[in-house]
């Protein structure tokens, strides 16, 4: 089963998964019309009018409007999608995911795309359409670290103390590691590079989705 995946508006958008062979769409849209964005116009139907009309009376086998609060942190989002993706994936064991970034949903795209690097196995296309509806396959990546370095990674976050500076000046877990430091910091240092820890030793929004999720 293939299932369409993206942040969507009205119009063009919403036209394209008709265009395509695909058993089920999960639309994301952030609440922008409290922040007086709105697409159709204050007197024009709302995006998820738009949508249900669109698909009522279509034959997918799940369709579903999300609607994503813009103010959350990037995590809080995340957790949100994956969540979803979840219920899905309990509904339809054998579901694979076609993510679509859609230019003018950056953030949402961005979200999906470290999804994406989380849930890599479920995914079985990531694409970015341009405003002129043209499509670009992007390469599936898979962020993984092995058994022992997630677990010194989660050791890590559980022992972070922050100091008055807000930099990681304590963590106890590196204190009392009973082996080698020196593969602890190297762990470290990679986590850093892939973006999962952040230049003052903390663990990224991506971070906390990766050990929380993955």
Request: glycine share 8%.
């Amino acid at each position: 089963m293939k299932f369409y995946v993206t942040a969507i508006g009205s119009g063009k958008s919403l036209n394209y998964p008709h265009q395509k062979k695909y058993d089920g769409v999960l639309a994301l849209v952030e609440n922008t019309e409290n922040f007086g964005f709105c697409y159709k116009g204050k007197n024009g139907p709302k995006q998820d009018q738009t949508f249900y009309s669109k698909y009522d009376g279509t034959n997918y086998e799940y369709k579903r409007w999300l609607q994503i609060d813009s103010w959350q942190s990037t995590y809080n989002i995340g957790k949100q999608i994956i969540t979803e993706l979840d219920n899905i994936k309990k509904q339809f064991p054998n579901v694979k995911f076609h993510f679509e970034i859609s230019a003018g949903y950056k953030r949402i795209g961005s979200i999906l795309t470290l999804i994406s690097y989380i849930r890599n196995s479920d995914i079985y296309k990531l694409t970015f359409l341009s405003h002129d509806n043209v499509a670009e396959t992007f390469p599936i990546i898979k962020i993984d670290l092995h058994p022992k370095e997630r677990e010194i990674l989660e050791g890590f976050r559980k022992g972070i103390e922050p100091g008055w500076n807000e930099k990681i000046n304590m963590n106890k877990y590196v204190l009392t590691y009973p082996k080698d430091k020196k593969y602890v910091y190297k762990v470290l240092k990679k986590c850093k590079e892939m973006g999962i820890l952040d230049e003052n030793n903390r663990v990224t929004d991506f971070g906390n989705l990766y050990l929380d999720y993955c």
